[in-house]
């Protein structure tokens, strides 16, 4: 795919000139930020900020993913052995899961800069000519939501991932013709929720292809003790792991409701997050023992009530409790199906026996 150079953006010039990126001046995370690491057009959640300190710096402090981490440790130990960049790398899997956080790392170990951007902001060719030629040798471009990249953006990636060009159109009609620009080697790392989107010559450019998965609770008490730590809250193992028991397998949550818990002690007077202060504190936020919050209950009753248990189709149920469909299907979904509260049928979702017991309706 060729880009049109008549958009405004002069590759040619971009890559003469790689300190002034004719890209407008990147966003930059306004505190707490590491060296060498800049968000291009910033799409970054409110709670990305917040949870930056948080954020473990090295494969050695990522707990938990353990066959993830060693297959990537692998990858970066041999592309440094190699002198070259690590593959391009695809995770998939829900939100929450550290998709951000291990490219961030892999970065920081190949000893090289982070880009993060993601899909709905590369509406131009221009924004992707401009990212790609401004990159470093090494450096990390993470690309979020990628299955939502338009045709155009995602043909300028092809030549990019296979063969480190950038291939521009000069000129217009029979005469036009196409130069080749070469880029620095660069490693994409692509992250979506839904795998299946994605269309496959994109998906075929991966190398590495990863899915990350729900953590376990004794996992994400030891997320809770060790964020308890940086956030200098003293929290009991018994209180991490009820936080860990309805953080829905997933840390985000998990360090979210740690805040929320500091919160309740901070104004109780509570010198140390016992459990009892940890179930007051989360069941005060209608977070159940499993993690469900009201949300996640009100599907499972609509379903029962409505549907008798279902079949239903996500449309109608979407708007039957007024969400996003894809706000069910990528948030609440994965983990009601995880627990075994919720099927997918070829004719809709079916709640589970488990599910009528947990909101007692069994
Ligand atoms: N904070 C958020 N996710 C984490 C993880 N996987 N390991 C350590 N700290 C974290």
């Given at each position: 795919?060729?880009?049109i150079?008549s958009?405004?953006?002069?590759?040619?010039?971009?890559?003469?000139?790689?300190?002034k990126?004719?890209?407008?001046?990147?966003?930059?995370?306004?505190?707490?930020?590491?060296?060498?690491?800049?968000?291009?057009?910033s799409?970054?959640?409110?709670?990305?900020?917040?949870e930056?300190?948080?954020?473990?710096?090295?494969?050695?402090?990522?707990?938990?993913?353990?066959?993830?981490?060693?297959?990537?440790?692998?990858?970066?130990?041999?592309?440094?052995?190699?002198?070259?960049?690590?593959?391009?790398?695809?995770?998939?899997?829900?939100?929450?899961?550290?998709?951000?956080?291990?490219?961030?790392?892999?970065?920081?170990?190949?000893?090289?800069?982070?880009?993060?951007?993601?899909?709905?902001?590369?509406?131009?060719?221009?924004?992707?000519?401009?990212?790609?030629?401004?990159?470093?040798?090494?450096?990390?471009?993470?690309?979020?939501?990628?299955?939502?990249?338009?045709?155009?953006?995602?043909?300028?990636?092809?030549?990019?991932?296979e063969?480190?060009?950038?291939?521009?159109?000069i000129?217009?009609?029979?005469?036009?013709?196409?130069?080749?620009?070469?880029?620095?080697?660069?490693?994409?790392i692509?992250?979506?929720?839904?795998?299946?989107?994605?269309?496959?010559?994109?998906?075929?450019?991966?190398?590495?292809?990863?899915?990350?998965?729900?953590?376990?609770?004794?996992e994400?008490?030891?997320?809770?003790?060790?964020?308890?730590?940086?956030?200098?809250?003293?929290?009991?193992?018994?209180?991490?792991?009820?936080?860990?028991?309805?953080?829905?397998?997933?840390?985000?949550?998990?360090?979210?409701?740690?805040?929320?818990?500091?919160?309740?002690a901070?104004?109780n007077?509570?010198?140390?997050?016992?459990?009892?202060?940890?179930?007051?504190?989360?069941?005060?936020?209608?977070?159940?023992?499993?993690?469900?919050?009201?949300?996640?209950?009100?599907?499972?009753?609509?379903?029962?009530?409505?549907?008798?248990?279902?079949?239903?189709?996500?449309?109608?149920?979407?708007?039957?409790?007024?969400?996003?469909?894809?706000?069910?299907?990528?948030?609440?979904?994965?983990?009601?199906?995880?627990?075994?509260?919720?099927?997918?049928?070829?004719?809709?979702?079916?709640?589970?026996?488990?599910?009528?017991?947990?909101?007692?309706?069994?």
């Amino acid at each position: 795919m060729a880009l049109i150079s008549s958009s405004g953006f002069d590759p040619l010039e971009n890559m003469k000139n790689k300190n002034k990126p004719s890209l407008p001046k990147p966003a930059r995370i306004p505190k707490e930020k590491e060296e060498g690491e800049i968000v291009v057009r910033s799409e970054v959640q409110p709670e990305d900020n917040a949870e930056y300190s948080l954020r473990p710096e090295s494969l050695a402090t990522y707990i938990g993913q353990n066959q993830l981490k060693e297959s990537l440790g692998i990858a970066i130990k041999a592309a440094k052995q190699r002198k070259e960049p690590v593959d391009h790398i695809l995770f998939y899997g829900p939100p929450g899961l550290g998709k951000t956080t291990i490219s961030m790392i892999i970065a920081r170990e190949m000893e090289a800069s982070i880009k993060i951007t993601s899909a709905p902001a590369l509406e131009r060719p221009r924004d992707i000519a401009g990212i790609l030629s401004s990159l470093k040798p090494f450096d990390v471009l993470f690309i979020d939501e990628i299955h939502r990249l338009n045709k155009i953006t995602e043909e300028i990636l092809y030549p990019a991932m296979e063969d480190f060009s950038l291939d521009i159109t000069i000129g217009k009609g029979p005469t036009s013709r196409i130069k080749r620009l070469p880029l620095n080697k660069f490693t994409l790392i692509g992250a979506t929720t839904k795998a299946g989107s994605l269309t496959s010559p994109l998906r075929d450019r991966f190398g590495l292809i990863n899915r990350l998965n729900f953590y376990e609770v004794e996992e994400l008490k030891e997320i809770i003790v060790r964020s308890a730590e940086i956030l200098k809250l003293k929290v009991s193992q018994e209180g991490a792991i009820i936080i860990g028991e309805r953080s829905r397998g997933t840390p985000r949550v998990a360090n979210r409701l740690l805040k929320r818990v500091r919160d309740f002690a901070q104004v109780n007077e509570e010198k140390l997050v016992t459990a009892e202060i940890a179930i007051k504190a989360l069941d005060l936020l209608n977070i159940d023992h499993k993690g469900l919050d009201p949300t996640d209950r009100q599907i499972i009753n609509t379903i029962i009530d409505n549907y008798n248990g279902g079949p239903v189709g996500i449309e109608t149920l979407a708007a039957a409790i007024n969400e996003d469909i894809s706000t069910i299907e990528d948030v609440y979904e994965p983990y009601l199906l995880q627990t075994g509260f919720l099927n997918r049928t070829p004719r809709g979702r079916v709640v589970t026996h488990l599910a009528y017991k947990h909101v007692g309706r069994w």
